[in-house]
């Protein structure tokens, strides 16, 4: 669906907005206590186990990577079962662990100060009665897929479900900061929620974007994720919606906008979520002297989601095959699948487009399959030429994984 405002008031109630939540008692739980089923990952190394959780709040069933501050993979067959992830099985990612357990978004307020004519201090309310858009879009942690990296690195040993697709109500980042008026000079524009770290010397989770991106008619605030408002996990009552780049700038519960007059050199955007300047973000394992810039587009990425490695298919059979693929800061242009080892591609059938920032549901078929071990590769091409690369790529951080994706069937 191509972004577009909606003047009216849209399905969305005022009420369900202003609903507090608690998650009072999340802190307490032991690990045990989380785990009545468990899965196994497919990630590089020990242990490849890990619980399934339905104790958190908003939460269906997850997969506990960690209890405080929480994260949260979303099951692959998810993917399976629409072109959106619900909210309730929505990842979570968090850096501290000192979250508000309920949010009252009548007394909340959005500041927006810094080189700015006039600051300003919105409620809920002004910014419901601003004109809305809406869009789909990929939230993707810069360290998806960490898991499969190979030597590895530390980090969170996730798989592919660090990602979701929503669609994302809100208001443009821009409308808000022409409210304020930014004054010349400005050079970027920094992000802080209620979130806080646990010790007071450790550095508050901020980001920060640059002026003109800022102000770029994409970027938005959003009070609305698939329709309802936001799971307190995913940052209940505001977030920062950045189409196209990695979800670290994608700030939660937003409280705070900074416009700054020089760049941010905090240490979220000076060391953490930095990436090497080199195509993919690849190095050797154990390069170093390498110039460092912050993470920030995302690159084309497509999986298999009704098959897993390891699956058996009947022999003599052809089978419907499907997954979904998204092309980063750029739309989908195809979809292809190799049964040769990449030797050969095949198109795929592109399911409904919903805009360049959404994921896309592919499908095919393949043909019938003599007995023994087959492998299935996937590869999305987006329409600035991006294409998944054949090698991995890998970097210190476990950041930006878009390996073509390989699944290991056998036919019996
Ligand atoms: N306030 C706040 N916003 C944040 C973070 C955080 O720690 N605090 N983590 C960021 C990172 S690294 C990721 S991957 C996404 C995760 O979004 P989600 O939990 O809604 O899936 O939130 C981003 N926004
Ligand atoms: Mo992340």
Redesign the pocket.
Known sequence: MPQHRIHARSHLSRRAVLRTIGIAGLAVASQSAWADQSVELPIAGEPRQRPVTHDFPQKGSMILQRIRPPLLETPMEVFDRGVFTPNDQ???????AVIPTKVDADAFRLAVRGHVNQALSLSISDLLSMPRVELAAV?Q??GNSRGLFSPRVPGAQWAHG?M?NARWTGVLLKDVLDRAGVKLGAVQVRFN?L?EPVVPEAPD?RKSLDVDHARDGEVMIAFAMNGEQLPL???FPL?LIVPGWY??Y????LSDIEVLDRADDDYWMTTAYTIPDTPHANIAPGQTGVKMVPISRMVPRSFFTNVTDGASLPAGAGAAIRGIAFGGDAGVARVELSMDDGRTWQPVTLDEDYGKYSFRRWQTSIPQLTKGSHSLMVRCTNLSGDVQTAMPNWNNSGFMRNVIETVHVTAI
């Open positions: 929505f990842y979570v990612r968090w850096h501290w939230n942690c810069s660090a979701g929620g979130d989770f996990l995913n940052g977030r979800s670290t994608w700030v939660k519960m």
